[in-house]
């Protein structure tokens, strides 16, 4: 299963994809997301999904594939050490030719990994002086960022890294 909003789930199983239909007592049931299917399956609370209608679509496996690797993008991108782009090569790993084909390109799908991190980690700006926590200011590279801070009436902050003062 997988997250697709704050309260429903969408179910893959057996290369099907399912959206919420409803829930009655201890179990969830699902409808095929193909309009105009009558596949059904239902998924009780001990786990088990049982297919409680056939479907009339041919399932598609490529589509299958595409998702679990967006939903795999969409998790490795709240992993703030690794790199968008290391975060889009490991999500890519193993991937079929044609399932990479029916991706976005891979500076699209970076992108969309630096967006996904702007917007879950906004920041408010500092508006004066003493709004600044100076400790552990990392860059990118997990280099330390703050070199000095003098922490007092007058305050004095320098960023830099040792390699920036080493360019110079």
């Known amino acids: 299963m997988a997250k697709v909003n ?3 789930a969408k179910l893959f199983n057996e290369n099907y994809t399912y959206r919420y239909n409803c829930k009655c007592k201890n179990t969830v049931y699902y409808k095929c997301v193909i309009s105009g299917c009558t596949g059904r399956a239902a998924v009780y609370d001990s786990g088990f999904i049982k297919v409680t209608k056939e479907h009339d679509c041919i399932p598609s496996v490529i589509d299958q594939s595409v ?3 967006k939903e795999k993008l969409k998790e490795q991108s709240n992993d703030i050490y690794a790199t968008p782009y290391e ?3 490991d999500s890519l790993k193993g991937i079929n030719l044609n399932i990479r084909g029916s991706l976005r390109t ?3 799908l970076i992108r969309s990994v630096r967006q996904r991190r ?9 508006t004066e002086l003493s709004d600044i926590n100076s400790e552990n200011i990392m860059t ?3 280099e ?3 070199l000095f801070d003098s ?3 007058n305050r004095i902050i320098i960023f830099a890294t040792q390699e920036n003062l080493k360019a110079c």
């Open 140 to 142: 990118s590279r997990n």
């Open 87 to 89: 975060v889009v090569t």
């Open 118 to 126: 702007s917007r879950k980690n906004k920041r408010r700006e500092p």
């Open 151 to 153: 922490k007092d009436e």
């Open 6 to 8: 704050k309260s429903h």
């Open 67 to 69: 998702k679990k690797v």
């Open 106 to 108: 891979e500076q699209s």
């Open 144 to 146: 330390n960022f703050c």
